[in-house]
């Protein structure tokens, strides 16, 4: 005879239904261990019909938390996401006030929370690149402790290698901030929209120096 239809389904109820079980018993709220879908959360449907925002960065900063009555807005990489759920956090008193009202990309790669509350990253990917021992303040290579320097060619294949893999340590940065501000780990928080800037406007402003504290911790070569 097998397995009716109806079996499968009584079967798969089941699992479901010891599945959710489950799930409340572990975190005592939650039906789907802690995953809420968009259109639970009143924030994100108000957002989604309303349509995304388009902000310059002057008009971003009008949300950082101060008045009452505004949501309050980040920015990470020119995308806008509201943190309002986190106004303890991100909102005047809070240990993160700081990036509230503004795109600060640079000081979520960096960790340099004062210098470099800014979204030009040029030159970031520095903080997970090895410092040179091996190479003098010129740029030419030296002998380290008695021992032959790498030869120019494979400074140029390490640097360029080096300089690859640390850019991906950025956009990896990059996307694990984003992921959270997006409500992906469980916060809730949501993206609103997009800072809006001028065509050219990076090009406009003088490249950085690595800050302090990055430069300190810089990973030592082996």
């Not at 239904?17 to 968009?38: D, M, Q």
């Not at 996401?81 to 909102?91: I, N, S």
């Not at 790498?150 to 694990?176: C, P, W």
């Amino acid at each position: 005879s097998g397995f009716s239809f109806t079996d499968v389904l009584r079967v798969l109820g089941g699992i479901l239904l010891l599945n959710c079980t489950l799930s409340y018993f572990v975190t005592s709220s939650s039906l789907t261990w802690g995953w809420r879908p968009w259109y639970s959360k009143p924030g994100v449907v108000a957002s989604w019909l309303r349509g995304p925002l388009y902000l310059t960065d002057e008009e971003l900063s009008a949300y950082d938390g101060k008045d009452a009555s505004k949501p309050v807005y980040i920015a990470l990489n020119g995308t806008i996401y509201d943190v309002t759920a986190g106004r303890h956090v991100y909102g005047p008193g809070g240990s993160y006030n700081f990036f509230a009202g503004r795109d600060a990309t640079r000081a979520f790669i960096t960790g340099c929370f004062q210098e470099d509350l800014t979204p030009d990253t040029r030159g970031a990917e520095l903080t997970y690149i090895p410092i040179d021992d091996d190479v003098d303040e010129n740029g030419e290579l030296k002998r380290v402790g008695g021992r032959k320097g790498v030869t120019k060619a494979e400074l140029k294949k390490r640097k360029e290698r080096e300089t690859r893999l640390a850019r991906k340590r950025v956009h990896d940065t990059i996307e694990g901030w984003s992921r959270m501000f997006k409500g992906e780990a469980g916060k809730n928080y949501f993206e609103v929209g997009k800072v809006k800037r001028e065509e050219g406007w990076l090009e406009r402003l003088p490249r950085r120096e690595l800050c302090e504290q990055a430069q300190k911790q810089r990973p030592k070569r082996k």
